[in-house]
C-alpha cells in the first residue's frame, strides 16, 4: 500500500520510517511512504504556501494552489466532478473530521493508495476539501499543531491490519476488533513487587483461561468505555 503524504514537514516522518513494524513493512515493500513537500510547489520566490484569512481573525491558512498542484502530482487523485470524484482516497487529517476507529482503518487498508494531507496553522482552504478530499478525519477530540501526528495515527492503524505485516491471530484478539477491550496481559516474572500472576493463566486450562478473559474484557469495556457496549446492544 502506498501513503502520499502532503506535508510542510516531511522530516517529521524520518525517524518514524525506520521504526519497528513500520520500518520492517517498509523494507520489505509491504508499505511505501511518498512524501511530498508542499512546498516545493510554491511558485513565488519566498516559497510562499499560506496567507491570513478571509474574513479576518488571527492565523494563517495554506494557500490552494500550492496544495492542488501537490495532489495533481500524485497518480490517481482526481479533482472532484460532483459526487466522490473515483481517484484515489484523498484524506484531509482535521479536528472537524468524522472520528478515526478501527472500522474506518480496516476500510482504508482495502485500498492500494491514499493521499493524506498534514494541514498547518488554521488549516487549508476549504476550496481543497470541495475539490478533491474524499474523506475528513479526526483522530480526536482535541487540537494539534498539525496533521503529521494525525497522518502517522492513520498509517500506524492501518499498516499492522495489511496482510503479512503481523502475526495475523495477534489481531483478532485486539481492543476494538470484536466491540471489547483487550483482558489484561501479563508476562515473566510470576511475582513482581509482591503481585502474583493470576493463577488461572498458569494452569493450562485454555477453556478457563479464555473464559477468564472474556470476563476481563467485559469488565474493562464497562469501566473504562461503556459507550462500546451500548454500541453492541441492539
Ligand atoms: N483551526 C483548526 C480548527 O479549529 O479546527 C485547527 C488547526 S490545527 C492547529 C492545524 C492542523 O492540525 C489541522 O489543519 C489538521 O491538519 C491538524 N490537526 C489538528 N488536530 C487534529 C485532529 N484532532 N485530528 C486530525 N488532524 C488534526
Redesign the pocket.
Known sequence: MIFHILTLFPEIFEGYKSSSILGRALEQNQVELDLINIRDFARDRHRTCDDATYGGGP?MVLKPEPLAEALESVPGVKQKRGGRGGGIPVV??????KLWSQGLAQELAATPRVALI???????DQRIIDLFVTDE???????????EV?AMVVIDTVVRLLKGVITEGSLVEESFSQGLLEYPQYTRPAVFRGHRVPEILMSGHHAEIERWRREKSIEKTRRNRPDLQREQEP
Open positions: 492565523g484531509y487529517l482535521t479536528p472537524s473530521g498534514c494541514g498547518r496553522y488554521e488549516g487549508i478525519i479526526s483522530v480526536g477530540d482535541y487540537i494539534l499543531n498539525g496533521g494525525a
